[in-house]
């Protein structure tokens, strides 16, 4: 039985990540994915996904969100390749939604850069957007998307320098946690690892 310090389930953003960061800090590891790289069927994929720092949805993800655009341009550094596009973000709302009473309350804690634009204002600044009156915009500008298939290429690519395997098309069916090793069944083949991560999808 083939053995692995670490393995990851499923490769999308978040094992791709994982596998890109136990590869930095030496971990032997194996990356199992049920399908080939960049496929249509998890959360991962699409052409763009938005990144922002004024979240609305919490304070608590501000500290997070401000790393991962450093962690973002780090990765853009390492390999030469354009993963981050700022294009400025836009939040809009009644000014009592929660939309936008979150994100200025993000913002504002923080010290983020934005500002608060009336319905006018908004149609002067972003004339595609035609709010309400009665609405407000909380206008982010370092917010902006990423390329996930970028992003998920350069992580394994990364990763696989490092000495990282990468199994595409390997589905896992069951495991078996064990006293020091944890059995990871797929339709293929059986591997024992010390930790296994599930990074399967939300
Ligand atoms: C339509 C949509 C739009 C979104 N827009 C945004 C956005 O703009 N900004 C943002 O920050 N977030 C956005 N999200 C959320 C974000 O995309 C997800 O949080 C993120 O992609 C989750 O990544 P993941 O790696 O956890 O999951 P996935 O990308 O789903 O990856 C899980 C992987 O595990 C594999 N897997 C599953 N089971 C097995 C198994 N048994 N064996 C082997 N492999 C397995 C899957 O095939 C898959 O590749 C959006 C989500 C969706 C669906």
């Not at 978040?14 to 590869?23: A, C, N, R, V």
């Not at 500290?63 to 354009?82: M, S």
């Not at 908004?122 to 309400?132: C, G, M, N, V």
């Not at 917010?143 to 290429?153: H, K, M, S, T, V």
């Amino acid at each position: 039985m083939k053995r692995f310090e670490t393995i990851v389930v499923g490769c999308g953003g978040m094992g791709s990540s994982i596998s890109y960061h136990l590869s930095r800090r030496g971990a032997r590891t194996l990356v199992l994915e049920r399908f080939k790289l960049n496929h249509e069927n998890g959360s991962s994929h699409g052409r763009t996904k938005i990144i922002r720092t004024a979240y609305f949805e919490d304070p608590r993800y501000v500290r997070l969100a401000k790393r991962a655009f450093q962690l973002w341009a780090a990765l853009e550094k390492e390999t030469g390749r354009r993963l981050l596009e700022v294009t400025g973000g836009l939040m809009i709302g009644k000014p009592d939604s929660p939309i936008v009473v979150g994100s200025l309350r993000s913002a504002r804690e923080f010290s983020l850069p934005h500002s608060l634009l009336d319905a006018k204002e908004l149609a002067e600044r972003f004339p595609a957007f035609a709010a309400s009156d009665s609405e407000r915009a909380l206008y982010e500008p370092n917010a902006g998307i990423l390329f996930p298939d970028r992003c998920i290429e350069a992580y394994k690519e990364m990763a696989e320098e490092e000495g990282t395997k990468f199994h595409f098309g390997e589905r896992v069916t069951r495991w078996e946690a064990g006293r020091s090793l944890v059995t990871i069944h797929t339709e293929k083949e059986t591997y024992a690892a010390e930790k296994v991560i599930f990074a399967a999808g939300p």
